[in-house]
C-alpha cells in the first residue's frame, strides 16, 4: 500500500455550552432542574479519502470549514470523535503558531524547544543550529526573546526546524502565507525539494494560486463536509459559499 495517510469516516464533534451562566447559584439551579443544555456542534462530517505517497496535497475552503481540525486529527493532536486515521511514517506538523513555541524563550530557545517536540535529540539539534539559523534568517535576532517577534518570524523558525530533516509527511496549515514574499518562495522550493524525494506535503493556504501552482491533489471541505476532491481541475469550480459558515 503506497498510502501516506488514510483517513476513515472521520467525524469531529465539539460541546459547547449553549446558555452562558452567570454564576454558581444559577448554574446548581439549572443543574437541579435539568435545563443544562450542551450543544453539540459538528466541525467535520463522515470525512474519508486517502493521500499517495509523494502527493502535495492541499486543502481549501471558508475559515470555519474545519481545515485546522482536520490536520489536527490528522497530526494526531485531536482525536475524532468518529472514524480512524492512519498515518504511514513521521509526520511534522506546522499547524499553529504557538504549538512549540514559548513566547518568553529566546530564538534560540525556541529552536531547541521546537526540536525536542519534533523527536530530536539536543545533540542533534546542536548539530543542525548553524544550519537551522542560517536558513530563518533570524542571526541578528537569536536570542532575543519571540514575544517580540512578528508571526512570520515565528514561523520562519518552526518551518526551518521542521523541515531540517526530512520527514515523511509535512503539514503546513497557513504557515506559508505569513512573512515576505522572498521567504515563502525559500519555503516553497524546500517543500519542492522535499517532494522530489517522495515527502508527502499536506497544505492549507490561503493562497489560491498557491495551491493551484504546488498541489497536484485538492480537497474543498464546506461546512465540515467533503464539496469535491481531485486534481487541479476543482480549482476553476472553487466558488465558496459565502452564506456559509465564515468568521
Ligand atoms: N476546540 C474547539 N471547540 C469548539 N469549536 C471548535 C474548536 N476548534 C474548532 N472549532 C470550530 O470548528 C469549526 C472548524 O474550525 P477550523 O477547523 O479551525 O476551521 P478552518 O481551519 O477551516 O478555518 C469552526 O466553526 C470552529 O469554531
Ligand atoms: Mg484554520
Same mark, same amino acid.
Given at each position: 500500500m503506497t498510502y501516506a495517510v488514510e483517513v476513515n469516516n472521520v467525524s469531529m464533534h465539539f460541546n459547547m455550552n449553549k446558555d452562558k451562566i452567570d454564576n454558581l447559584k444559577e448554574y446548581c439551579i439549572k443543574l437541579l432542574k435539568r435545563q443544562l443544555f450542551f450543544e453539540d456542534f459538528t466541525a467535520l462530517q463522515n470525512i474519508s479519502f486517502t493521500i499517495n505517497r509523494g502527493d502535495v496535497f492541499g486543502i481549501i475552503g471558508l475559515?470555519?470549514?474545519g481545515k485546522s481540525t482536520l490536520l489536527k486529527i490528522i497530526s494526531g493532536i485531536l482525536k475524532p470523535s468518529a472514524g480512524s486515521v492512519t498515518v504511514a511514517g513521521t509526520v511534522a506538523p506546522l499547524i499553529e $503558531?504557538?504549538?512549540? *513555541?514559548?513566547?518568553? $524563550?529566546t530564538a534560540r530557545e525556541n529552536i531547541f524547544l521546537n526540536g525536542s517536540v519534533l523527536g530530536f535529540s539536543r545533540d542533534f539539534m546542536r548539530q543542525k543550529f548553524e544550519e537551522i539559523v542560517e536558513f530563518s534568517e533570524l542571526e541578528e535576532f537569536?536570542?532575543?526573546?519571540?514575544?517580540? *517577534?512578528s508571526s512570520g518570524m515565528v514561523a520562519r523558525i518552526g518551518f526551518s526546524v521542521a523541515t531540517i530533516v526530512k520527514p515523511d509527511i509535512l503539514i503546513c496549515d497557513e504557515? $506559508?502565507?505569513?512573512?515576505d514574499y522572498k521567504f515563502q518562495e525559500k519555503c516553497e522550493k524546500r517543500i519542492q525539494e522535499l517532494m522530489s524525494d517522495q515527502t508527502t506535503v499536506i497544505l492549507v493556504s490561503h493562497s489560491i494560486e498557491q495551491i493551484e501552482r504546488m498541489c497536484n491533489r485538492i480537497l474543498w471541505l464546506e461546512r465540515g463536509c467533503i464539496k469535491a476532491i481531485g486534481g487541479r481541475e476543482i480549482i476553476p469550480l472553487y466558488q465558496p459559499d459565502f452564506e456559509g459558515r465564515d468568521s
Open positions: 475559515n470555519g470549514s $503558531l504557538g504549538a512549540g *513555541f514559548d513566547a518568553d $524563550l537569536i536570542d532575543v526573546p519571540i514575544k517580540n *517577534f504557515i $506559508l502565507s505569513v512573512g
